[in-house]
């Protein structure tokens, strides 16, 4: 079974210093792992994903997240944070197989303090 | 615009009502998904067509729940006598034949009273 898992449910960073968002996933297949975006009264928005191509993933709006299989993360990162970024951000893992069910994270809500 | 389209945006409704939703996808993919989002919560899945071939549907989709894409193209989630624990963001999205990436529309809140 595949599941993700968000570590945070809010995380709070000031202005101009670095986001990170925790995600880890569980799959019995090679995932394809995807980070989206949720600003309020918006759809969602991918931000990047990983299908088994480069481990190092860069994204829309200066986001990127590392595949890192011998830990089972897919941690989103920026290294400076803007007062737009201010969202929520869904982790999703999919299998690389067959399925087209995704499995979302329950969200983490990112605050930037100015 | 040529992104997902949903509507309503928001729907009000009394217990026991039914309600119909629609989806437009991006004109030249042939998946659809529909997936309900509750407060606090990510999305979660509840079925998928492939063109006008509905292949996958969620336990979450219970037999008060159909869903139809009739001609491939824009798709409708019918909810049957509503309950208030229907009440939840109804979200679609489409993607291309084997893309990953699916894009989403708005969604349309419901809300059962």
């Known amino acids: 079974a595949q599941s993700v898992t968000q570590l945070d449910s809010h995380v709070s960073v000031s202005e101009g210093t670095p986001v990170l968002l925790r995600c880890n996933y569980s799959?019995?297949?090679?995932?394809?792992l995807f980070w989206y975006v949720q600003h309020p009264n918006k759809g969602l928005q991918l931000l990047l994903k990983?299908?088994?191509?480069?481990?190092l993933v860069k994204g829309i709006n200066g986001f990127e997240a590392e595949f890192k299989k011998s830990e089972t993360s897919f941690h989103l990162t920026k290294p400076s944070a803007h007062m737009s970024d201010a969202a929520e951000y869904f982790c999703?893992?999919?299998?690389?197989?067959?399925?087209?069910?995704?499995?979302f994270g329950t969200g983490t809500k990112l605050q930037v303090i100015p | 615009d040529t992104g997902v389209s949903q509507d309503p945006r928001h729907k009000i409704t009394k217990r026991g009502q039914n309600v119909t939703f629609r989806c437009d996808p991006i004109s030249e993919h042939n998946r659809l998904y529909w997936y309900r989002q509750t407060l606090g919560q990510g999305p979660e899945f509840l079925t998928y067509?492939?063109?006008?071939?509905?292949?996958?549907k969620s336990r979450l989709l219970s037999n008060r729940f159909s869903a139809e894409r009739p001609k491939g193209s824009f798709s409708t989630l019918e909810i049957q006598r509503t309950e208030q624990g229907d009440s939840a963001m109804y979200l679609c999205?489409?993607?291309?034949?084997?893309?990953?990436?699916?894009?989403f529309g708005p969604g349309t809140r419901l809300l059962v009273l």
């Open positions: 799959s019995s297949y090679s995932p394809s």
């Open positions: 067509f492939q063109n006008e071939a509905q292949l996958e």
């Open positions: 990983y299908t088994s191509a480069a481990t």
């Open positions: 999205a489409s993607s291309l034949a084997q893309a990953e990436t699916q894009y």
């Open positions: 999703v893992v999919r299998y690389s197989g067959g399925y087209q069910k995704v499995t």
